[in-house]
């Protein structure tokens, strides 16, 4: 008999083990939250089949190495929490299966890893751990330009663009207008801001022979790609007119050949003319011959008279 009762004893600790261990807690891995925007970091408890009526009597969540408490339910007890965290059903009770937490208003320092625990009332438990991966937009650039207006055309100039408020730490990339990048030859400034996020300054340094009339800022989040693309004109001045240096050189390039060209027409015609006053040169002689023949008609004339 007593062994019996050992088997017996044996196994209701076993079935008790059994039902105790049903509870599994699913979380995505990685979630992605955006700067001053509500965040969720989805997790949910997935019983067997055999299990499905037990109740949750307890959820805790929690930011990994730190021990304070950022939302918690105990069953017959309002949900506790610290502000600006919640679960995202609203009220959880012993039935919830969604045990996702919501993040308000996101901050740059709520990245990182969080720790989910379900306790159920069969005596299981289950820990589950998941990532949360905050990014925040730049703003649009300003591009600016040194001098500001009115460039003289061939003049050194300095372009400088500047994009606040991204997280994580991004870049600045410069294109001229063949598409040709710059980059190298600029420098980055970069500031942390007091809630992390990072403003961004670069300055473009063009020599005088090496200045385009477009350039293109292009900034860039390190962790989400490109995030902006702004075209500048630079503000030229033709030294003489005023115009625009890109029509000058347009127009600089059709007068110069049609100039060359006018050049060459006007040199084959004083050539051609040349030749046609040598030409009538030969034509004088005739008219000597004709004044002599004119002067022996007279003679001529002179006889008849005589004669007469």
């Known amino acids: 008999m007593a062994s019996v009762g050992t088997c017996m004893l044996f196994l209701a600790i076993i079935i008790h083990i059994s039902a105790g261990t049903f509870v599994k ?3 995505t891995s990685e979630n992605l939250g955006q700067y001053g925007q509500d965040s969720v970091l989805k ?7 055999e299990a499905t009526v037990a109740m949750i009597t307890y959820v805790k ?3 990994t190495g730190n021990e304070k ?3 918690v339910f105990l069953k017959g ?11 995202s059903v609203g009220n959880l009770t012993g ?21 989910c625990t379900v306790k159920t009332d069969s005596g299981s438990k289950d820990t589950i751990k998941t990532n949360l991966t905050v990014t925040a937009k730049y703003s649009k650039p300003i591009v600016s330009s040194i001098p500001e207006r ?3 055309y061939n003049t050194a100039v300095t372009l400088v663009c500047n994009s606040e408020g991204g997280y994580p730490k991004g870049r600045i990339r410069w294109f001229d207008q063949e598409k040709k990048e710059w980059t190298s030859s600029s420098k980055l400034e970069v500031q942390m801001m007091d809630d992390g996020r990072f403003n961004l300054t670069s300055k473009l340094s063009l020599l005088k022979n090496s200045v385009f009339p477009h350039y293109l800022c292009s900034v860039e989040n390190a962790s989400r790609g490109e995030d902006w693309q702004m075209k500048f004109d630079l503000p030229f001045k033709d030294t003489i007119s005023g115009s625009d240096p890109v029509v000058g050189d347009a127009v600089s390039k059709i007068v110069v050949p049609v100039l060359v060209i006018g050049l060459l027409i006007v040199g084959l015609l004083m050539a051609l003319l040349f030749k046609i006053r040598r030409s009538n040169g030969g034509h004088t002689s005739t008219g000597q011959d004709y004044e002599l023949t004119s002067g022996q008609d007279d003679k001529d004339t002179d006889l008849l008279r005589t004669t007469s």
């Open 43 to 49: 997790c949910g408890i997935n019983p067997t089949k």
């Open 25 to 27: 807690v699913d979380c």
């Open 77 to 87: 007890r309002p949900p506790a929490n610290e502000p600006r965290f919640r679960f």
């Open 95 to 115: 039935t919830s299966r969604d045990v996702s937490l919501l993040v308000s208003k996101t901050q740059i320092n709520d990245s990182g890893e969080y720790e």
């Open 61 to 63: 969540w929690k930011k």
């Open 69 to 71: 408490t950022l939302v």
């Open 150 to 152: 009115d460039i003289p």
